[in-house]
C-alpha cells in the first residue's frame, strides 16, 4: 500500500497540487504587496500629523495645521512615486542600475537636496499665480491653500495610477488657480504666467526630445558607426562626460544651491565650463584604461557610459529634491504661516519641519510607489541603453539651463519625458534612413513592405497619447478638482 502512494500518477498529483499552492501564494503575495504600501503610506500620513501635533503643542489653530500637514505628507509621498521616476527611469531602463539601487540612491539624494539646499523662502501661492491680498481674509487664505494642497495631491495620484509622470509642480500651480478663482473670482488671476505655464506644455518636452536626439545623433555618428569604435569611445567619451560634468556643474550651482549661494547665471557657466575642462582630463586615462581588451562592436561601449549615467541620476535627484520639494510643500509652508502669524504676504519661509516632512515623504513614495513609473520612463516607451539613457540626462540638464538663459518656463518632467520620447523617434527615423540607403546601395535586397515597416515602431504610441494627455489635463483637472474642494470647505465651515 505504501508503494502504491509513490506511483507516478500520485506523484503527478502531488506536483498539481503544489503548483497550485505555490500559484495562490504568488497571487496573494501580489495583493498583498499593494495593500501593505498603502498601509504603508497611511501610517507615514499619520505619523507626519502627529509630529506636528506634539510640535504645536497646545496652540490655538493647531488642528487646521495638523490636517494640513497630513495633506502635505500624502502629496510628498505622491511626488516619489511619480516624479523621481523621470530621474531614476532611463538609468534603470538601460541596466546601469537596479530597480532596488535607483531606489536608494534617489532616496538618498532626494532628501539631501531638500535639506541641504531646499528653498527656505518660495514665492506665494506657486509663483504668483493668485494676488494673495484678493483672497482678503487669513481664513479664505488657509482653505485656499488647504484645497490646492490636497486637490494636487489626488491628481498626481490618479497620474500615477494610470502611469502617467506629470508635473508636480503644474498640478500645485492648478490647485492654487482652481481654489483662487472660487474664493476671488477670474480677476485674481494673473493669466499672463497661466499662458507662461501653457506654453512650456510644448517648449519642455520640445527641447528635451531635440537636444537628446542631437546627442544620440553626434554619438552614433561619431562613435557608434566607426570602423574602429573603441578608437573613436577613447576620444570622444571622456569628452560627453567632460560635457555631462560641466553641465551638471552649472544646473546644479544655478539650480540646485541657489538657496545657499547666490550664484548668477555667468558664474554659474564659468563654474561649469572650469569643471568641465577637469573632468574630461581626469576622463581621458580612465576611459583608456576602461576600454583595454574591449570587443570592437556597439554593445562594449556601454561599460563606458555606465558610471556617468549613474552619478547624473543622483545628481538629477539632488537638484529635484532642492527645487520641486519646496514648490510641492509651498502651499503646507503657506498654511503654517498664516495660521500661526495672522498675516500672509509675497513670500514666506518654509520651517525645517515642513521641509522634513517632504524630504522623507518622497523617499517613502519611492519606495512604496516608485518602480511603477519607473518602469514605465525606463522601459515601456522606447528601449533605452547607456549611451540612449546618458543623452536622456544630458538633456534635462541642458534644456533647464537654455531655458534659464532665455526666461522660459520649463518643467523638468515634461523635459525629461521628452527627452525619452526624442531618443525613440530619432532611432526610429535613423532605422528607416538607414534601410533605405541599404536598398540604395543593394537593390537586389529583400523588400520590406513599409506596412510591415510601420509596424516596427520604436516608441510605444499608447504611451505619447496617454502622457501628453495627462500633461495636457493637469493644470485645469487639478483646478476643478480644487474649486470643488475649497466649495466644500467653505458649506462645510
Not at 487664505?141 to 494642497?149: G, T
Not at 543622483?314 to 529635484?320: I, T, V
Request: hydrophobic share 55%; aromatic share 8%.
Amino acid at each position: 500500500m505504501a508503494d502504491r502512494d509513490f506511483e507516478p500518477r500520485h506523484l503527478e498529483t502531488l506536483d498539481r497540487d503544489l503548483g497550485r499552492i505555490n500559484a495562490l501564494e504568488q497571487g496573494a503575495a501580489r495583493i498583498g504587496r499593494p495593500v501593505a504600501g498603502k498601509g504603508a503610506a497611511f501610517l507615514f500620513i499619520a505619523a507626519a500629523a502627529l509630529f506636528a501635533a506634539l510640535l504645536l503643542g497646545g496652540s490655538g489653530h493647531g488642528l487646521v495645521i495638523v490636517v494640513a500637514s497630513a495633506f502635505g505628507a500624502y502629496m510628498a509621498l505622491n511626488i516619489g512615486a511619480n516624479d523621481v521616476a523621470n530621474n531614476m527611469g532611463p538609468a534603470v531602463g538601460a541596466n546601469a542600475l537596479t530597480m532596488g539601487g535607483a531606489i536608494a540612491i534617489a532616496a538618498v539624494f532626494e532628501t539631501a537636496g531638500a535639506l541641504l539646499a531646499g528653498g527656505d523662502v518660495v514665492s506665494t501661492i506657486a509663483k504668483g499665480i493668485i494676488a494673495p491680498e484678493s483672497l482678503g481674509s487669513v481664513d479664505v487664505f488657509v482653505w485656499a491653500m488647504m484645497a490646492a494642497l490636497l486637490s494636487s495631491a489626488l491628481w498626481v495620484n490618479l497620474a500615477t495610477w494610470i502611469g502617467a509622470p506629470v508635473s508636480t509642480t503644474h498640478s500645485v500651480v492648478g490647485g492654487v488657480l482652481g481654489a483662487g478663482i472660487a474664493a476671488a473670482g477670474f480677476g485674481a488671476v494673473s493669466w499672463g504666467k497661466i499662458g507662461a505655464i501653457a506654453a512650456s506644455w510644448v517648449i519642455s518636452p520640445l527641447l528635451g526630445g531635440v537636444i537628446a536626439a542631437g546627442f544620440l545623433w553626434f554619438i552614433k555618428a561619431q562613435i557608434i558607426y566607426r570602423d574602429d569604435k573603441i578608437a573613436a569611445a577613447r576620444r570622444w567619451v571622456p569628452v560627453l562626460v567632460g560635457i555631462m560634468g560641466g553641465t551638471f556643474a552649472a544646473y546644479l550651482s544655478m539650480k540646485g544651491l541657489k538657496h545657499v549661494l547666490s550664484i548668477g547665471f555667468g558664474t554659474a557657466l564659468l563654474i561649469g565650463l572650469a569643471l568641465g575642462l577637469a573632468i574630461w582630463l581626469v576622463m581621458i586615462p580612465v576611459v583608456r584604461r576602461q576600454s583595454r581588451g574591449l570587443e570592437n562592436r556597439s554593445r562594449s561601449l556601454k561599460v563606458l557610459f555606465g558610471i556617468p549615467l549613474i552619478v547624473s541620476a543622483a545628481l538629477l535627484s539632488f537638484a529635484h529634491g532642492a527645487n520641486d520639494v519646496a514648490n510641492a510643500i509651498g502651499p503646507l509652508a503657506a498654511v503654517v504661516q498664516a495660521v500661526q502669524t495672522g498675516s500672509f504676504g509675497e513670500t514666506f519661509a518654509i520651517p525645517l519641519w515642513v521641509m522634513l516632512i517632504g524630504a522623507f515623504g518622497i523617499s517613502f513614495g519611492l519606495f512604496l510607489f516608485g518602480p511603477r513609473l519607473i518602469k514605465v520612463v525606463g522601459s515601456e516607451i522606447t528601449k533605452l541603453n547607456p549611451m540612449r539613457a546618458y543623452c536622456v540626462a544630458l538633456s534635462a540638464a541642458i534644456t533647464v539651463i537654455v531655458a534659464s538663459w532665455f526666461g522660459l518656463p520649463v518643467s523638468s518632467t515634461h523635459i525629461a519625458v521628452g527627452a525619452v520620447f526624442g531618443v525613440g523617434f530619432f532611432r526610429e527615423w535613423d532605422a528607416e534612413r538607414r534601410y533605405r540607403a541599404a536598398r540604395h546601395a543593394a537593390p537586389e535586397r529583400p523588400v520590406v513592405p513599409g506596412e510591415e515597416r510601420r509596424r516596427r515602431k520604436l516608441v510605444r504610441r499608447a504611451h505619447v497619447l496617454t502622457i501628453g494627455a495627462a500633461w495636457i489635463v493637469t493644470v485645469p483637472a487639478a483646478a476643478l478638482l480644487s474649486a470643488a474642494i475649497f466649495l466644500l470647505i467653505g458649506a462645510v465651515t
